[in-house]
């Protein structure tokens, strides 16, 4: 195996355990206890940011902090998969949005989404693994932005880094 198949076999599976982890995250549906050991197990410096920017400067960060941060994240991420206005209502990408605001943000059940977006049961599951996929990417792309950001003094590497 070449450095570079090494490299990116350890990456894929950080990516999953990294899915695994946020997929988790997303189940609590704001849980602060689930939220703190999903926080703390991911280590992303946007939520290490996120919960510096709960606390005054001499306080220090908590678990419930990271965990209050952790799901301001996701949210932003979910925001981030909705559509432009300009998108028809009955695409794909507006379902992918509808589920995971739906499911994980107003915690409906799968029945209800089913029913109001008029979708088999199937299809629903199907594009909630997508829902999440997309979510990931998000999250993984957005915290891969800041670790490679040198000005800021954050490390480069291509896993997140726990700053504690």
Same mark, same amino acid.
């Given at each position: 195996m070449t450095e570079n198949q090494l490299r990116e076999t350890i990456s894929n599976n950080n990516?999953?355990?990294?899915?695994?982890?946020?997929?988790?995250a997303l189940r609590s549906k704001g849980n602060l206890l689930i939220?703190?050991?999903?926080a703390d197990q991911?280590?992303?410096? %946007? =939520?290490?940011? $996120?919960?510096?920017?709960? *606390?005054?400067?001499?306080? *220090? =960060?908590?678990?419930? @902090?990271?965990? $209050? %941060?952790?799901?301001?994240?996701?949210? @932003?991420a979910i925001d981030r998969l909705r559509p432009t206005n300009s998108t028809p209502e009955h695409t794909p990408a507006w379902r992918?949005?509808?589920i995971a605001e739906g499911i994980y943000v107003q915690g409906?059940?799968? $029945? @209800?989404?089913t029913a109001e977006l008029?979708?088999?049961s199937r299809t629903f599951h199907r594009e909630r693994r997508a829902a999440v996929e997309a979510l990931t990417t998000v999250v993984w792309q957005? @915290? !891969? !932005?800041?670790?490679?950001?040198?000005? !800021?003094?954050?490390s480069q590497t291509n896993e997140p880094s726990k700053s504690r």
């Open positions: 990516q999953r355990q990294f899915a695994q982890i946020l997929t988790r939220l703190a050991q999903c991911l280590s992303l410096q %946007a =939520v290490e940011q $996120r919960a510096r920017g709960l *606390v005054s400067e001499s306080s *220090v =960060v908590t678990d419930i @902090e990271r965990g $209050r %941060a952790l799901w301001a994240l996701l949210q @932003e992918l949005y509808a409906k059940s799968a $029945r @209800e989404m008029g979708i088999s957005g @915290e !891969q !932005q800041l670790v490679n950001l040198p000005a !800021q003094g954050h």
